[in-house]
């Protein structure tokens, strides 16, 4: 039952689609086709009309519509794989900055927030911001330790209005997936789920300010990219009070250059810090469009704006780097082959007919340079295939995709003959290395080894009752039909291994049962008892050598 006060701003929000234009826009929708003839009937239609591109009369309407429809078309936009190219290159260059509230009101804000005078805190505070967006605007001040620092408040009342709005996209998001034969497939409602999170989140600037403090961590002495410092006692979750920095606009490339940066060291590094976020640390900067990134005189990146930050689990790292390795060699089967294991298309499509789908998609790209070829751009089309296949949504890959598109933009933008492939391959295969190679080999032993030697005074009591169970008939195992199939299988490609397999497991055992009873502190010592250390080593070896070859 839709509230008059959301009949209200419907009947507002259809004005200004009319006045834009987008009228048949809306009548040409599956919902609206039956009575698509009203068109005509209707008064404007009558008259000449200048019409402007479809892209530009909707990224229009929604600056008039207000900041939370900015917000909606900003994220919509990441969404590539659902919009028509010049739509969603329109919608990209939404802005998001409207009028500022008045600078008194951000003060009482923050004396609500502090519950004490601004002048306790402050020994000079600006009450002209610094900037306005939607959500919230900055103002520069000074602390009473005389450290320059840049306060962001949030806009009074903004819960409401996004609610309001959001209530309302929910309801759009309904008639879609009800009325569209494509609604069900493209999830809008759980789509608007994640706008919804997404602008939330945004209103806890404690959260930011956990975010901020995180990428700092990660990058803490590091001399590719500077991470502002957070002023915790000084931050509220409508407060958040953060170092002031000095930097020049990354997009301003006559500055640049006047400051003696090198431009295709500067790019390369942007690609190289772009990775290190989403496959060393899996926590990524996802909103890092040039209004967000400064440039220090030493070269040195300075990143903003912490609202919207990525992660990804240790699966999808892995898929999405053997994705990118595997695109490169051409391996189409290999990305098919993927895309099924990873849960991200239908367990049951056909890999070869997946696999023809991804060719006759790359196949043009590749005909081109490597420099030439955009990450991003390869991503989209992967994205827009797999859609064909009854892809799932990935919200976390959605972000992965705006944030790669940003950044391979900006570095292009800096540099235009960036060769983006040759700066990240080397980067993917000594990751993918880590990963499952002997050195991951090594330090997975060394994560468990602690949890091995807790466990191993009781490993003959649980071996002793496993058997007892199995003499006495009481051992049970359940399985289904498919996964004894894959178990068949898999015993067959385990036979060549298996005696390696229970020799090196019995070594390491042994050599931890005897680290048991000798103690850490001596194990540790260059005393220990040789038979330990030769015991653990030809465990190793064991293992190494009954490794699975796929």
Not at 202 to 207: N, V
Not at 245 to 252: E, F, M, Q, R, T
Not at 334 to 342: I, Q, T
Not at 425 to 442: H, M, S, Y
């Amino acid at each position: 039952m839709i509230k008059p006060g959301q009949l209200l701003r419907l009947l507002k929000i259809s004005w200004v689609l009319v006045r834009h234009g987008l009228d048949e826009l809306i009548l040409a929708t599956h919902l609206f086709r039956p009575v698509r003839f009203i068109g005509f009937f209707l008064p404007w239609h009558w008259l000449p009309r200048r019409q402007q591109d479809r892209g530009v009369r909707i990224r229009r309407a929604l600056e008039d519509l207000g900041p939370i429809f900015v917000k909606f078309g900003q994220i919509l936009s990441t969404r590539r794989d659902l919009l028509p190219d010049d739509i969603a290159v329109e919608l990209a260059k939404l802005q998001d900055q409207v009028a500022p509230f008045p600078g008194e009101q951000a003060r009482a804000i923050i004396e609500k927030a502090y519950a004490c005078p601004l002048e306790e805190v402050f020994t000079k505070f600006d009450i002209t911001p610094l900037a306005s967006a939607s959500i919230a605007q900055v103002h520069a001040a000074t602390l009473k330790n005389g450290d320059e620092v840049v306060v962001k408040v949030l806009r009074p009342d903004i819960l409401p209005v996004i609610k309001r709005d959001i209530s309302l996209l929910y309801i759009i998001a309904g008639r879609i997936e009800r009325f569209w034969s494509m609604g069900k497939q493209l999830h809008p409602v759980d789509v608007v789920h994640e706008i919804e999170k997404t602008l939330l989140d945004e209103l806890d600037l404690m959260r930011e300010a956990a975010n901020a403090s995180q990428l700092r961590r990660n990058f803490e002495n590091s001399e590719l990219i500077y991470i502002p410092d957070i002023y915790w006692p000084h931050t509220r979750k409508n407060v958040m009070v953060m170092e002031r920095i000095s930097g020049i606009p990354v997009s301003n490339i006559g500055d640049l250059k006047k400051a003696g940066i090198d431009l295709k060291t500067l790019s390369e590094r942007g690609v190289i810090i772009f990775f290190t976020q989403v496959f060393r640390h899996s926590f990524f900067h996802a909103d890092m469009h040039p209004g967000n990134i400064f440039v220090a005189r030493n070269g040195q990146y300075i990143a903003v704006d912490f609202g919207i930050m990525g992660t990804l689990n240790t699966l999808d790292q892995r898929y999405l780097a053997e994705n990118f390795l595997a695109f490169f060699n051409r391996d189409y089967h290999r990305v098919a082959e993927l895309h099924v294991e990873s849960g991200w298309v239908d367990e049951e499509t056909r890999v070869e007919e997946f696999e023809s789908a991804i060719r006759t998609v790359c196949e043009p790209i590749f005909d081109r340079p490597l420099k030439d070829i955009s990450f991003g751009q390869l991503l989209l089309r992967l994205f827009q295939t797999a859609r064909r296949f009854n892809m799932e949504v990935q919200p976390q890959l959605i972000l992965l995709q705006k944030t790669l598109l940003n950044i391979e933009g900006l570095g292009r933008q800096l540099y235009p003959d960036l060769d983006l492939w040759q700066t990240a391959k080397p980067f993917l295969e000594d990751w993918i290395k880590d990963q499952i190679g002997p050195r991951a080999v090594v330090r997975q032993i060394k994560d468990y080894l602690p949890i091995w030697l807790e466990k191993a005074p009781q490993m003959p009591s649980l071996i002793s009752d496993v058997l007892e169970r199995a003499r006495d008939g009481k051992l049970k195992v359940e399985m289904q039909a498919a996964q004894l199939e894959s178990l068949r299988l898999e015993i067959r490609r385990a036979n060549r291994r298996s005696v390696f397999s229970i020799m090196g497991a019995g070594l390491i055992v042994s050599a931890a049962i005897i680290f048991a009873l000798d103690g850490y502190s001596k194990f540790m010592s260059a005393g220990a008892p040789i038979q330990t250390w030769v015991l653990g080593a030809l465990g190793i070896v064991f293992l190494l050598a009954a490794w699975p070859e796929d």
